[in-house]
């Protein structure tokens, strides 16, 4: 099994050998005679979105920016991935495309955002996207993360 947990800022975090060990403790109760159970930490890797779009023309170009990153890294918290789940280049494409002010969304990119701010986790997003281009594949013991606000940029026209 592959756990996750969380700190007091909702960022994902290694969970402690205490939650682990209790949750073993719990899950022996559960488990038939025959059964093992091994507890994994699952990794994180901190994804960053580049966007380039086309806003309708009574926008403020000046705020737009700034409306556009806030909604989308809103939309992506209220609805956070499992385990293993891949990354949709296709919903965030289709998130802002909702967006009123934008005319219409050229290119969606994603990138691994690494600092001592971000977990230390290179992830090649290249080799690992679907031939459509529309899904990262995430391995079965990796989760991912838009850790910041600020890891979603874009450029508007």
């Known amino acids: 099994i592959y756990i996750i947990g969380q700190d007091q800022d909702e960022f994902l975090q290694e969970p402690s050998l205490r939650l682990k060990e209790n949750l073993k403790i719990f899950l022996n109760e559960k488990r038939m005679l025959s059964d093992s159970i091994d507890i994994f930490s699952a990794t994180i890797v901190n994804f960053g979105i580049f966007f380039d779009v086309v806003l309708n023309d009574n926008t403020n170009k000046s705020t737009a920016l700034s409306e556009i990153r806030r909604d989308l890294f809103s939309q992506l918290k209220l609805s956070p ?24 969304v050229n290119s969606v990119r994603v990138d691994t955002k690494i600092s001592p701010q971000h977990a230390n986790v290179r992830y090649d997003v290249n080799s690992n ?29």
């Open 81 to 104: 991935p499992e385990i293993g789940q891949y990354f949709s280049i296709g919903e965030v494409e289709k998130q802002i495309n909702k967006m009123p002010m934008v005319s219409r």
């Open 129 to 157: 996207i679907s031939q459509d281009g529309g899904l990262i594949f995430i391995p079965d013991n990796f989760i991912w993360e838009i850790k910041y606000e600020n890891d979603i940029t874009g450029r508007i026209q």
